[in-house]
Nanobody, 122 residues
Framework: QVQLVESGGGLVQSGGSLRLSCSVTGLPSPLYAMGWFRQAPGKEREGVAFISGSGGATWYTDSVKDRFTLSREGTGLYLQMNSLNPDDTAIYFC?????????????????WGQGTQVTVSS
């Protein structure tokens, strides 16, 4: 059984940092592409950052470039978030897909965590 469990969310002041972690167990292959989505109140879920199965390619949405860094080590996925602002407030979801190539749509991802809340105060 595949399980993705996020941690590391919380309340932080504008300009602060958080590091999200996603612990992954049960994936049939370690070479699955993975990433983070987020959903703010009243908004659709959006892709934030993705990494290929090999770890050789990453993608970031424009609003987080140069602030967020995605990495994977073994079965863990990490999102270092710096210079946070209130627009980053959302529930952050870890996701994995059966395939090593980065994809961008929610429907491309097969496994999901329950989410972790990130709140940035102004």
């Amino acid at each position: 059984q595949v399980q993705l469990v996020e941690s590391g969310g919380g309340l932080v002041q504008s300009g602060g940092s958080l590091r999200l972690s996603c612990s992954v167990t049960g994936l049939p292959s370690p070479l699955y592409a993975m990433g983070w989505f987020r959903q703010a109140p009243g908004k659709e879920r959006e892709g934030v950052a993705f990494i290929s199965g090999s770890g050789g390619a990453t993608w970031y949405t424009d609003s987080v470039k140069d602030r967020f860094t995605l990495s994977r080590e073994g079965t863990g996925l990490y999102l270092q978030m710096n210079s946070l602002n209130p627009d980053d407030t959302a529930i952050y979801f870890c996701a994995a897909r059966r395939g090593g190539v980065i994809r961008y749509r929610i429907s491309d991802y097969d496994y999901w965590g329950q989410g972790t809340q990130v709140t940035v105060s102004s």
